[in-house]
């Protein structure tokens, strides 16, 4: 299936350009795959390594290499809990309430609709690519590695989507993490071509496949920005500022997943020796913050090109790529 290759162009779109899209979406999608046991491949990595934060630490290296694949095979999964909660809990539930507001633009709208069935799709494919490959874990469709993250953020995400012209940070929030699911999904295409047969075949199709629509959607950026946010009051857009670069702080530096992983792998593999490994990790795990391959791999310029030149249209956005490693010389 041939996957649409986007320009970065940052051009004020035409309103055309939103016709473009909605034709696109009729003529360049995807059905979800029925996978079998043997799509899984327990015996492959489920994620190219550079996405995964521990290939980054130390210690990491001292794990043995199981240990190590199932570390890459359980982030893979908190990933997709990540897109689950994302698309399904936050962006829906924000994009929900602007859609049952007349005014809107009547193609911006379609746009949008169809931008929300997607992202339905998107969390249905994730879901079931979970519970085929750890039915154990998701006996129902219920967050287990991400959970107390989930739990934090549902009040959160409810008051955003209840005040989505207030809490317009949302915008951003929602352009940052779908160009940075671009690159996931890059990824996992650029391994496939120098290491063919070196992952999972299903988790390789969901993200293949993923960057389909996906491809489309970083499209619709300028005109939400256009649409939601330029026209904000200043102390606003102050606020956003404020709260995006500490979301990306929080980024730069992941650690509640991690503590999820840790414990499941201290019980799958409870040897003393695996456990003080995995507790160094942990204790590693703050470095992050300041650790330039892995700010590199997962914010630099070829991860967060459109986000970039986005907000570098706004004074209140300067300086907040400051928080990472990368921007320090």
């Keep these: 299936m041939e996957v649409l290759v986007e320009s970065n162009s940052?051009?004020?779109a035409p309103t055309s350009e939103l016709?473009?899209?909605i034709q696109l979406s009729k003529s360049n999608s995807f059905t979800i795959p029925k996978w079998t046991d043997g799509d899984i491949s327990w015996d492959r990595d489920w994620a190219p390594q550079r996405i995964t934060p521990w290939f980054y630490l130390p210690s990491y290296q001292r794990l043995p290499v199981e240990i190590q694949r199932?570390?890459?095979?359980?982030?893979?999964?908190?990933?997709n809990e990540m897109f689950c909660l994302f698309e399904e809990e936050f962006l829906l539930s924000v994009l929900g309430t602007y859609l049952?507001?007349?005014?809107?633009?009547?193609?911006?709208?379609?746009?949008?609709?169809?931008?929300?069935?997607?992202?339905?799709?998107?969390s249905e494919m994730f879901w079931q690519l979970s519970q085929k490959a750890a039915p154990q874990y998701y006996?129902?469709?219920?967050?287990?590695?991400?959970?107390?993250?989930?739990?934090?953020?549902?009040?959160?995400?409810?008051?955003?989507?209840?005040s989505p012209d207030f809490f317009v940070f949302w915008v951003w929030m929602a352009i940052f993490f779908e160009e940075r699911t671009l690159m996931h999904s890059r990824e996992y295409l650029m391994q496939a071509r120098l290491q063919p047969d070196s992952l999972s075949p299903a988790f390789f199709e969901a993200h293949k496949l993923h960057l389909i629509e996906e491809t489309r959607h970083v499209r619709l950026d300028e005109h939400m920005v256009d649409h939601f946010y330029r026209g904000s009051p200043k102390y606003i857009?102050?606020?956003?500022?404020?709260?995006?670069?500490?979301?990306?702080?929080?980024?730069?530096?992941?650690?509640?997943?991690?503590?999820?992983?840790?414990?499941v792998l201290k019980q799958e593999f409870p040897q003393t020796s695996v456990a003080e490994t995995l507790d160094r990790i942990m204790?590693?795990?703050?470095?992050?913050?300041?650790?330039?391959?892995?700010?590199?791999?997962?914010?630099?310029?070829?991860?967060c090109t459109r986000t970039r030149k986005?907000?570098?249209?706004?004074?209140?956005?300067?300086?907040?790529?400051?928080?990472?490693?990368?921007?320090?010389g």
């Design 237 to 263: 857009r102050t606020m956003t500022g404020i709260i995006m670069k500490q979301m990306i702080k929080n980024f730069a530096s992941p650690q509640r997943s991690s503590v999820a992983i840790a414990a």
């Design 310 to 328: 986005l907000m570098g249209q706004f004074p209140e956005f300067k300086g907040i790529w400051d928080v990472l490693s990368i921007s320090r």
């Design 70 to 79: 199932r570390y890459n095979q359980l982030c893979s999964l908190a990933i």
């Design 139 to 162: 006996p129902q469709r219920d967050y287990f590695l991400i959970k107390k993250s989930q739990q934090k953020s549902a009040w959160f995400f409810n008051q955003v989507a209840k």
């Design 283 to 303: 204790s590693e795990l703050p470095s992050l913050a300041t650790c330039k391959p892995y700010h590199q791999a997962k914010f630099g310029d070829h991860a």
């Design 19 to 21: 016709l473009s899209i």
């Design 100 to 122: 049952l507001k007349p005014g809107m633009d009547s193609e911006l709208r379609e746009a949008l609709e169809i931008f929300c069935e997607e992202e339905i799709k998107h």
């Design 10 to 12: 940052l051009m004020k």
